[in-house]
């Protein structure tokens, strides 16, 4: 399956950051989140998450930390290169929100906080929730 094909499959388009976001999974392993969705997000994380498992995940935005709980859709390992030259391996983790998180108004803050994507506005200055989100990203 090529990647336009996976692409097609998402619910929601993916944004990346623009800033670095890391979090904790619980009890407190750090992560660091890769990409973003209103239906999900990719973490980078030093030990795999069983697939199907659920986790909650406190990201630390800049406005504060936000409580996230998901399920682990599927997990890869990567060979990454540090700067040092050195080899590791860390795992990549596609997380899925719980419905009730999935498109709400707090995902589509945290989106318009975090990631590169130009967010209407309301005359009230409030962002502006459902498909006029999906369309400004």
Do not use: W
Not at 66 to 76: N, P
């Amino acid at each position: 399956m090529g990647n336009n094909e996976q692409d097609n499959r998402r619910r929601s388009e993916r944004f990346d950051l623009e800033t670095e976001v890391t979090g904790r999974i619980r009890p407190s392993v750090e992560v660091r989140v890769l990409n973003l969705s209103e239906h999900g997000m990719l973490i980078e994380a030093p030990f795999g998450l069983p697939p199907r498992g659920t986790c909650e995940l406190t990201v630390q935005a800049p406005s504060g930390p936000k409580v996230i709980r998901a399920k682990v859709a599927r997990c890869r390992a990567n060979m990454v290169k540090k700067d040092d030259g050195k080899v590791s391996i860390l795992f990549h983790a596609g997380l899925e929100f719980n419905e009730d998180y999935a498109a709400s108004q707090e995902i589509k803050d945290l989106i318009a906080e975090v990631c590169m994507v130009e967010v209407p506005v309301d005359g009230d200055g409030n962002r502006v929730a459902g498909d006029n989100l999906t369309q400004a990203m």
